[in-house]
């Protein structure tokens, strides 16, 4: 009987520790190293929707590389921020939009932004006003609203300055990034150039675009 008994508690026992284990939640792999971000060509699928990328540069004054005017002392305020735009943009696409980011001198030589960020933001009205007013003449801009983050992509180049954007749907986007340069461009001490272009994707297209322009 006691023979019967031990076997009964055996089973027992190895039956509560299966139960235990599928109760235990699973423990994704290397999920210290994903990107906090809702709309990114890597489709982390651990975000949702309160996750936001870090954009907060963009809203950092970066020089275009040409001398400081007096327009750079304005402030300039956003219009308000145009959700319905926003709302019917697709969430997944095929495309791809690869190329090299870096700075031209005057002899043709090329100073590469490694290991640097990249953006892709969608062209409506809001982006539109940021690369009229901020980047081409060069205002601060007000502080970018929030609900803008989910619809940016990025990306970071390699030691070579190359990057990749995969996975973007069809559209319009302003592409941007910037690339530090010192003494290698003529400047006392090392400036942050950023750079930024409209470029436009259709269907699976792969689109090959570099993102550069001359030292000034």
């Not at 090299?100 to 002899?107: F, H, R, T, V």
């Amino acid at each position: 009987m006691s023979k019967y008994l031990f076997h009964a508690i055996a089973l027992l026992t190895l039956l509560f520790f299966f139960a235990a284990c599928a109760g235990q939640p699973r423990v994704p792999a290397n999920k210290s190293t994903q990107n906090k971000v809702l709309w990114d060509e890597n489709r982390n699928p651990y975000a949702d929707e309160n996750d936001n990328v870090d954009v907060s540069d963009l809203d950092k004054e970066v020089t275009t590389g040409e001398e400081a005017g007096t327009a750079t002392a304005q402030t300039v305020q956003r219009i308000p921020f145009p959700a319905a735009e926003y709302s019917v943009l697709a969430r997944s696409g095929k495309g791809t939009i690869q190329g090299y980011i870096y700075l031209q001198d005057a002899y043709g030589s090329k100073i590469y932004g490694a290991k640097t960020r990249l953006y892709l933001n969608p062209v409506t009205s809001y982006s539109r006003q940021w690369y009229q007013q901020s980047y081409l003449n060069g205002y601060k801009m007000g502080k970018a609203d929030p609900r803008l983050f989910n619809y940016l992509r990025f990306t970071a180049s390699d030691d070579q300055g190359a990057f990749a954007f995969y996975g973007v749907p069809a559209g319009s986007y302003y592409l941007i990034g910037t690339v530090t340069c010192g003494s290698e461009c003529g400047y006392a001490t090392p400036r942050n150039i950023r750079i930024a272009k409209e470029v436009y994707v259709e269907g699976n297209q792969v689109v090959d675009t570099d993102l550069s322009r001359p030292i000034q």
